[in-house]
């Protein structure tokens, strides 16, 4: 059985409306788009539909033919239409690859997120356990310091009582030579007394 490609060009018939005929072919194929419409119109040869069978072929010729515009059918040989099939696997191929290489690029940039979030997160907990490290050591030198000054007072007082004792002694001491330097020379006075009234 005979099949057909339907190719467009873009070409409007003499005397039609060309924005009639883009309104009308955009109807007839589904596109409300202006700017895909267009893309139809540039001259380019696009395939609108391929391997159809010869009345529904025709029927689409027919259509285009009405609202304004030419095509052509063109017959699929065997070789074309292996050709189509080879490029449509290619096409799908291409597409399959464009999908892979999409979805690794997401997966990459997943991962570098994923990664990026976990340097930040290891940062931020590293960062934490520097301030509470500061905050230990810093601790631990207030009270380093707090007890040596503690430790200097109370040598500072044991070191005052040493001295008001030492000071205490050496008075005591004193005031007992100079009663006893006293009492002596009391003594010997009395002596001196005694002698001179015996003579």
């Known amino acids: 059985m005979n099949r057909f490609n339907l190719s467009f060009k873009g070409e409007i018939q003499p005397g039609k409306d060309p924005r009639q005929v883009k309104a009308r072919f955009g109807k007839l194929f589904g596109i409300d788009d202006p700017a895909r419409i267009e893309r139809f119109f540039s001259g380019e040869t696009i395939l609108l539909r391929r391997n159809l069978d010869r009345k529904v072929a025709a029927e689409y010729f027919s259509k285009i033919r009405k609202l304004g515009a030419e095509a052509e059918l063109v017959k699929v040989t065997d070789q074309a ?27 990459a940039a997943r991962r570098s997120v994923e990664e990026a979030q976990a340097r930040q997160k290891a940062a931020e907990q590293e960062n ?18 707090r007890k040596a000054a503690e430790e200097a007072t109370r040598r500072k007082a044991l070191e005052e009582e040493r001295k008001r004792k030492e000071a205490e002694e050496a008075a005591r001491r004193k005031a007992a030579e100079e009663e006893a330097k006293r009492k002596a020379a009391e003594e010997a006075a009395r002596r001196k007394a005694e002698e001179q009234a015996r003579k």
Do not use: N
């Open 128 to 145: 934490l356990r520097r301030a509470r490290e500061e905050a230990r050591r810093q601790a631990e030198e207030e009270e380093a310091k």
């Open 81 to 107: 239409e292996r050709a189509a099939e080879d490029l449509a696997e290619q096409k799908a191929r291409e597409r399959a690859w464009e999908d892979a290489r999409r979805k690794a690029e997401e997966e």
